[in-house]
């Protein structure tokens, strides 16, 4: 540093008091409402260690050593080689309406494999016909219950789109084993080799105690069925990747993006550690982990440090924990970082305001190093599934971003600023010391099991709460500035999105009927058979399960009926009250 | 219902939808507000939820969902509270629930939604204002 941070905070004080107070009394301030941030604040910064290279360790500065995305001409981006993106999140009804969407959506030029959505009662291992779930078969995504629905939804994807030339998305955690078996099945049946499947399973099984709610099992039997993708991918599917992990859903759960990053971390931690107590080389199956999604909120410039620190701390572990030797091992693998703004900050009031909004994220995602992402669309709070409108406008906020004002010409355009690298290393230091925190308790799943996880968040998420009642946390159009004087710009869905909103109501009956014919034509002797062997092999600690789910998936054994089994042997996880 | 007896709110998410955030904040926040409340917790059936409410002898359920089921789910409670002769329970609701299906709910019998942006002081002023004495 060319002046002595000693010199820089003498003259601070000094414009502080000649040049700052005058202004103050001009403008009729009593004190000011702005900081300003000299190299004194963040001291020296050591660039090869603390920033680094673009896509080299510690990764603060970015993944990838070049922005490495293109656009498609039409839905977004498709990534890059290595990067191959999927489609657009999406998934209704019954297989058949799945199908036909997906079939729509190629007319219009979206290619790419299913990023599937799957319905509550798939997600909760619960079948179409089951009475418990009435009401929710196909609202949230498709219905699954037996290896015929895949059959069925992928009858979209044959010849030039088979098995062996897409990657598939599936959102499921508490069940993913099962789900990917009866993929697995389809592909063996339609003579496609393991070594050339490709896929994504979420597979994060922890967060879902913590914040997203689909779970089954408790913790540690669901750790055993996390050991047990680890391992079977590792031999057999070397193609698939292992899980989508990522603290996003804990940050819209309430959790403050310290806590984000500390949970994140610490879930991570224990995934790595499955792995490596099966006696898998960390660099062999790490690789294979990757990111959905971190949370964000509208505070842009601590999103962007965030990011940054996320990235150095998620090296840093696996370096230096768990001693991984590949860069690959270390980096966090996202198709896009996307949603810098936090989705659950947008709102139904004044909709359009969504736009600014989500272009705060886009920006900052930019400046990430991501391809702008002003995400969600504007309707996200107005109800599932998304006008084509808002799609559109989401995409052409995207280009503006990178064509217009060439927001992704300069990696970490923000590396060096004294602000900037200081919250960095703020967040990173507080992240650092919850989890310590939850290293004294044991780890993640000692802390889940306790309730201090699930309390921490729902603490923070009221803390929020009562910042919104209180006024001091601002929300434009929901508490400030509404009223006489300002309009309510409301906003109307005029494309009808591809979802057909007669087939998400029927659909519940149609899968009931689908379910009931698939029974009725399977072997049952041979089901029953197979659940018993399932009972006694779930028992067994030792024994990986997968082989034995795909065999009854084969045999069009259903996704409740297995799950009922290890119910029964792993029991059902209870969530601690408020 | 005495000067002495707080406001009985039982607060609970039906179906298989597992987003709580707003619903353990309307919980803690109503019981900052001098209400006794009870968090059912997620994925409670109908039934589970009526039976809680009898058992807990409230005044208020508050229905959460996020999942787009409600409108199976939420007149379920209603018919349930009917079947067991309940009158005097208000039920309201909230999460995400489409502006063009608040009417067919309010029909049912659910008070009112509260949707997305609304204050925890609202739904408690609500609450006070229109509770059954």
């Not at chain 1, 409402?33 to 910064?45: K, L, Q, S």
């Not at chain 1, 001409?73 to 999927?86: N, V």
């Not at chain 1, 962007?304 to 370096?319: C, E, G, N, P």
């Not at chain 1, 107005?382 to 006008?387: D, E, P, T």
Request: aromatic letters at 10%; glycine letters at 10%; charged letters at 25%.
């Amino acid at each position: 540093m060319l002046n002595e941070p000693e010199e820089i905070k003498k003259k601070k004080v000094e414009w502080e008091e000649n040049t700052v107070q005058p202004a103050l009394k001009r403008f009729l301030l009593t004190e000011s409402p702005t900081r300003f941030y000299t190299p004194a604040d963040v001291g020296e910064i050591d660039f090869l260690n603390q920033i680094g290279f673009p896509g080299q360790y510690p990764f603060t500065a970015g993944a990838y050593p070049t922005y490495p995305y293109r656009p498609a001409p039409r839905s977004g981006y498709q990534g890059a080689p290595g990067l191959k993106r999927t489609s657009i999140y999406a998934g209704y009804g019954s297989p058949e309406d799945s199908r036909d969407f997906y079939l729509e959506m190629r007319e219009r030029g979206q290619k790419g494999g299913p990023n599937l959505a799957f319905d509550l009662p798939t997600q909760c291992g619960y079948d179409s016909d089951n009475r418990l779930v009435r009401g929710e078969v196909g609202k949230t995504g498709m219905a699954l219950d037996t290896l015929r629905d895949f059959e069925v939804l992928y009858e979209a994807f044959v010849g030039e789109m088979d098995l062996d030339r897409i990657a598939s998305n599936f959102t499921v955690n508490a069940d993913s084993n099962i789900v990917v078996a009866m993929y697995f099945a389809l592909a063996e049946k339609r003579g496609i080799s393991p070594d050339k499947l490709r896929g994504t399973p979420q597979n994060d099984i922890l967060k879902e105690f913590i914040a997203r709610g689909t779970y089954i099992f408790p913790p540690k039997p669901s750790m055993r069925m996390v050991r047990d993708s680890i391992v079977f991918f590792n031999k057999y599917y070397p193609k698939m990747n292992i899980n989508q992990l990522g603290g996003y859903h804990i940050r819209a759960a309430g959790a403050t993006r310290e806590q984000e990053l500390a949970y994140s971390l610490a879930i991570l931690i224990a995934y790595l550690q499955e792995g490596v107590n099966a006696g898998i080389d960390i660099d062999s199956f790490a690789p294979r982990f990757t990111i959905n999604s971190f949370g964000g909120s509208m505070d842009f410039f601590k999103e962007i440090a965030f990011y940054r620190a996320t990235r150095r701390m998620w090296a840093k572990i696996i370096k230096e924990r768990f001693g991984a030797k590949k860069e690959r091992s270390m980096i966090i693998r996202q198709v896009v970082p996307y949603c810098l703004m936090g989705n659950e900050n947008c709102t139904v009031q004044r909709p359009l305001n969504n736009i600014a909004r989500s272009l705060v994220g886009g920006i900052a995602s930019a400046l990430v190093g991501g391809p702008p992402q002003p995400y969600p669309p504007y309707d996200e709070a107005l109800g599932l599934g998304w006008s084509l409108e808002a799609l559109q406008i989401t995409e052409d906020s995207a280009r503006i971003l990178q064509y217009e004002a060439k927001l992704t010409e300069v990696i970490d355009p923000l590396a060096g600023s004294y602000y900037v690298e200081g919250l960095t290393n703020q967040i990173a230091e507080e992240a650092m010391k919850e989890l310590e925190k939850i290293d004294g308790m044991g780890g993640i799943v000692a802390a889940i099991e306790s309730g201090y996880i699930q309390s921490q968040i729902a603490k923070s998420a009221y803390e929020r709460q009562c910042r919104i009642d209180r006024g001091e946390d601002l929300i434009v159009g929901v508490n400030c500035f509404v009223g006489e004087g300002e309009l309510e710009v409301e906003t109307n869905r005029l494309v009808a999105h591809p979802y057909n909103p007669k087939r998400r109501e029927d659909a519940e009956a149609r899968q009931i009927e689908n379910l009931t014919e698939v029974k009725r034509i399977r072997d049952n002797t041979a089901v029953i058979r197979l659940l018993n062997e399932l009972k006694v092999k779930a028992k067994n600690n030792d024994e990986n399960l997968f082989p034995h789910f795909i065999e009854c998936a084969k045999a069009y054994v259903s996704l409740q009926e297995m799950c009922d089994v290890l119910r029964d042997v792993f029991g059902e996880y209870q969530s601690p009250g408020l | 219902m005495g000067k002495d007896r707080k406001i009985r709110v039982l607060i609970a998410k039906p179906g298989l939808d597992g987003h709580d955030r707003g619903a353990k904040v309307i919980a803690l926040g109503l019981r900052d507000q001098g209400m006794e409340t009870i968090y059912g917790g997620i994925r409670q059936t109908p039934e589970q939820i009526v039976q809680a409410a009898i058992q807990e002898d409230v005044d208020v359920i508050g229905l959460s969902c996020l999942s787009g089921a409600h409108k199976y789910l939420f007149p379920r409670v209603m018919e349930l509270l009917k079947e067991r002769r309940i009158e005097d329970v208000m039920v309201i609701g909230g999460g995400i629930i489409p502006k063009e299906d608040i009417s067919g709910l309010k029909e049912k019998g659910i008070k009112e939604i509260f949707g997305p942006g609304t204050s925890v002081i609202q739904i408690g002023e609500y609450i006070t204002a229109n509770v059954r004495a």
